[in-house]
């Protein structure tokens, strides 16, 4: 299979700067006609965002773009899609590799690029298997490391970077001599459905395999990476992927130090008693996410996410038993079908489902505080009604 017609872009990511620069050096070199454009949002302060165009030899343009809305991102949005028509209409350029700055998040720009009529073929965030967990376990918000997008740009740098690692369907794990068994099994279980290509991994022997190949200036295998660039990427399923009611969550594990919990139950949460307990479930992991619901708001799906020490929950919308039937043709068919693996005859798709993972896991203490949060046997036979009662205690934080 040849390289796909037309332009094809990917978008390279990630706060691990130098190994984001090797999988984008990687590209250059393996993709003849390749170019990469970058934005740079750290001259943001001064009210105007660096853009660069280069290729293997050196940098090939560079211009500015003003801010947008006193917003770095937004002028990137604005800037990226013209710049990569322009690219496009000139021809000569094989392929587009979208370098984006350390804090800009994948998910956004492949938005913006497909939106924009251009194809992505690939999405790829770039790791050092040895700063993963020092990355998790950052709470530090991005503006006290120069790394915000704007000035109302409140992540943090675990949170961030989480969200780099679990969209993106391709690692390019840089090859790092400090990282051990422990932190290479932690990004495994992070994102076990991801595919891992070493940066520097060459291409295989046999030029006729069935990899995509490169047929200028002359026939060859491209190398694993490069093949991730232009295997293909669908924005709509990645999102899906992403969505607390069906994403692809990480399974039960356990290996080189490293746990992975999966907890799921269908009773409900007393939302006093998980509300006292959320600063050591928050920190009883270097990550968890997931979906839960509350006895006292038993309509809605609250979504869990939380590292670096830093919990969000927040509602994303009805869950689908509290729906009328004909709301249901408006619900994705991917969630209308996640939710009928699952369904309970009483419940419906009303669930707690959370995965913790961490290295040193307390499975056995976790398990219990997370039991010791869902409604007693006396409170769950007293009924809906009776739950309606109870104290709300997430009331306060879900208006923050």
Aim: glycine letters at 8%; charged letters at 20%; hydrophobic letters at 45%.
């Amino acid at each position: 299979m040849a390289v796909p017609p037309g332009l094809p872009v990917v978008i390279v990511g990630g706060l691990h700067a130098d190994a984001r620069r090797a999988a984008v050096a990687r590209l250059l070199a393996d993709v003849p006609g390749s170019v990469v454009l970058h934005h740079d949002l750290a001259t943001a302060a001064a009210g105007t965002v660096v853009r660069t165009i280069r290729d293997a030899t050196g940098i090939l343009d560079a211009g500015e773009a003003p801010l947008v809305n006193d917003c770095a991102c937004c002028a990137l949005r604005e800037d990226l899609v013209p710049e990569l028509e322009r690219l496009r209409d000139t021809g000569g350029t094989r392929l587009a590799v979208v370098e984006l700055w350390d804090s800009v998040e994948p998910k956004a720009m492949a938005e913006v690029v497909t939106a924009g009529g251009l194809t992505v073929t690939g999405v790829i965030t770039a790791v050092d298997p040895a700063l993963v967990l020092p990355y998790l376990g950052n709470g530090d918000d991005l503006a006290d490391g120069g790394l915000a997008a704007a000035a109302t740009d409140q992540r943090t740098v675990a949170d961030t970077f989480a969200r780099q690692l679990e969209y993106a369907p391709v690692l390019a794990v840089a090859e790092s001599p400090e990282a051990d068994d422990e932190d290479r099994e932690l990004l495994a279980q992070l994102h076990p459905t991801a595919r891992q290509v070493l940066v520097g991994q060459d291409a295989p022997a046999d030029p006729d395999g069935d990899g995509l190949t490169v047929p200028t200036p002359r026939r060859r295998p491209l190398s694993p990476l490069a093949q991730a660039a232009l295997a293909g990427f669908d924005v709509e399923a990645a999102a899906a992927a992403q969505h607390p009611a069906c994403a692809l969550l990480p399974a039960e594990a356990d290996a080189h130090g490293v746990s992975t919990l999966v907890w799921s139950r269908r009773r409900p949460f007393h939302p006093e008693r998980l509300y006292a307990a959320l600063e050591d479930l928050t920190c009883a992991a270097a990550r968890s996410r997931g979906r839960f619901w509350l006895a006292d708001k038993p309509d809605t799906l609250f979504h869990w996410d939380a590292a670096g020490g830093a919990l969000c929950v927040e509602s994303t919308g009805p869950w689908l038993a509290s729906l009328p039937d004909a709301a249901w043709d408006m619900v994705p068919p991917v969630r209308r079908a996640a939710a009928a693996l699952d369904w309970h005859p009483e419940h419906g798709d009303r669930c707690q489902h959370l995965v913790f993972t961490s290295p040193g896991l307390d499975r056995d203490g976790l398990e219990r505080l997370l039991e010791s949060c869902l409604l007693t046997d006396a409170e769950y036979a007293a009924g809906p009604d009776a739950w309606q009662r109870l104290p709300h205690a997430f009331d306060t934080l879900l208006e923050v």
